[in-house]
């Protein structure tokens, strides 16, 4: 009997994964997660993978906080766990610049609106204890914006995203760790975008008392692996004493299967769900690969790039709106303006995956995550060129051409 609900295998294209994220994984990556063997979470070797990632994942990002581990999923579930000490009606200051800032607001209403305010609308609700500082798009949250913020309302929380990928823009993570700490408060970072991109050190910003990242950006683990976060003792005291209502996000008990127990780091962690050996392989590759590159290296590699990308879309007419180095954010030349959504569509229907933004104004996001080499770069470039030129704009072949040849050049000359 043929039953029509089995269809044929699915098959995924190869596409050229030029946008905000996911990144390209790497092929080592992607090799460990196939080839690991089939092993229970309980195994001797995944319990000592978990414990060399945590090890490992303290390097890549500066800290000695004990509680620094992964969180099965992907960017949200590290971010759920970092809004998880947040409770009903606890003040809290969200610092909103873009998409994701916007969805990180969200979570905190969730989390601080009473029961009455969650039975009103359940799926947006209001909460009362929440402040949101909203910043245009197109702009990055300064240190003159928090300190106002945070001297007025005092919250018990604060909270940003550390780069806005929505918009492409950088906040003013200094700034907000200052604000944080003269004024008592828990300073909560979505790092999604930065981990593995950026050269920063969690433990330069004591201001910053929970820190959450993805595996799919800046640490190039696709594979559905896990979510790094970071939490200060005062964090983790903070939980204790007032709680979060999860189980599996608990940031104390998740933690406990990375070999964390009662704030110190034990031999061998103890159940808390059933990890898998392949993910875990793959997460410890990742992390290797990181730290053999180093983040300062790879985080000069993005800017060295980012330039050449950014010069030659430049040199189209096009005006970039972003700052950080990962992507670029941009407008189209004056004569195909209001065409964004359109463009981007034209592209990623032949495979190349760049992006519209997800919030007002439309723009065009091109990313350049684990892509940094000039060949992959030059291919960005001349496909992008290709699709102004199908919507009937106009390019200058030889002066972008020359813009992208000088910006690598001369720092080839520098070097
Ligand atoms: C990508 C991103 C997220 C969401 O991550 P997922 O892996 O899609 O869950 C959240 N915040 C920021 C800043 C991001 O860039």
């Given at each position: ?311 030659a879309v430049e040199a189209m007419g096009c ?13 189209l030349p004056k004569d195909l303006a209001?065409r964004?959504?359109?463009l ?40 992008f060129a290709q699709a102004i030129r199908d919507l009937g704009g106009n390019i200058d072949d030889a002066f972008v051409k020359?813009a ?12």
């Amino acid at each position: 009997m043929s039953n029509e609900n089995i269809f044929p295998k699915l098959e995924i294209p190869q596409t050229i994964a030029a946008g905000p994220g996911p990144g390209n994984t790497d092929a080592r990556v992607l090799a460990a997660f196939s080839n690991a063997g089939l092993a229970d979470h309980m195994h001797a070797d995944v319990l000592r993978g978990m414990i060399e990632c945590k090890k490992m994942l303290r390097d890549v990002w500066g800290t000695s906080n004990i509680h620094t581990f992964g969180v099965a999923g992907t960017g949200w579930s590290g971010l759920d766990m970092m809004f998880s000490g947040v409770q009903p009606g606890d003040k809290v200051v969200m610092f909103v610049n873009g998409t994701f800032s916007g969805i990180d607001a969200l979570s905190a209403r969730m989390k601080a609106a009473t029961a009455e305010e969650m039975a009103q609308n359940s799926l947006n609700p209001e909460a009362s204890s929440v402040i949101t500082i909203n910043v245009p798009h197109g702009q990055s949250v300064s240190g003159d914006i928090i300190e106002k913020a945070l001297s007025e309302h005092k919250p018990k929380w604060a909270a940003m995203a550390h780069w806005e990928t929505g918009s492409g823009r950088i906040n003013d993570i200094e700034g907000f760790s200052a604000a944080c700490e003269k004024y008592g408060v828990l300073g909560l970072v979505d790092a999604v975008s930065s981990l593995g991109v950026s050269n920063f050190r969690i433990d330069d910003y004591p201001g910053i008392h929970g820190w959450a990242s993805c595996p799919q950006k800046g640490i190039c683990c696709l594979p559905v692996t896990y979510a790094p976060v970071s939490f200060s003792d005062r964090f983790i005291e903070t939980v204790l004493a007032s709680g979060a209502r999860s189980f599996v996000h608990h940031p104390v008990m998740e933690a406990r299967h990375w070999g964390i127990v009662e704030g110190k780091d034990v031999e061998k962690g103890t159940y808390h769900r059933t990890h898998s050996a392949y993910a875990i392989a793959a997460f410890h590759e990742a992390l290797r690969i990181t730290l053999a590159q180093g983040l300062a290296a790879r985080s000069a590699e993005y800017e060295y790039h980012e330039n050449a990308l950014r010069s030659a879309v430049e040199a189209m007419g096009c005006e970039v709106t972003s700052n950080m180095t990962s992507l670029v954010v941009l407008n189209l030349p004056k004569d195909l303006a209001g065409r964004e959504m359109e463009l981007v569509q034209h592209c990623r229907a032949q495979n190349f995956g760049i992006w519209p933004t997800l919030s007002e104004p439309v723009q065009v996001r091109i990313g350049i995550l684990n892509l940094l080499t000039r060949e992959s770069v030059t291919e960005i470039v001349d496909r992008f060129a290709q699709a102004i030129r199908d919507l009937g704009g106009n390019i200058d072949d030889a002066f972008v051409k020359e813009a992208l040849n000088s910006s690598y050049n001369v720092a080839v000359a520098a070097e």
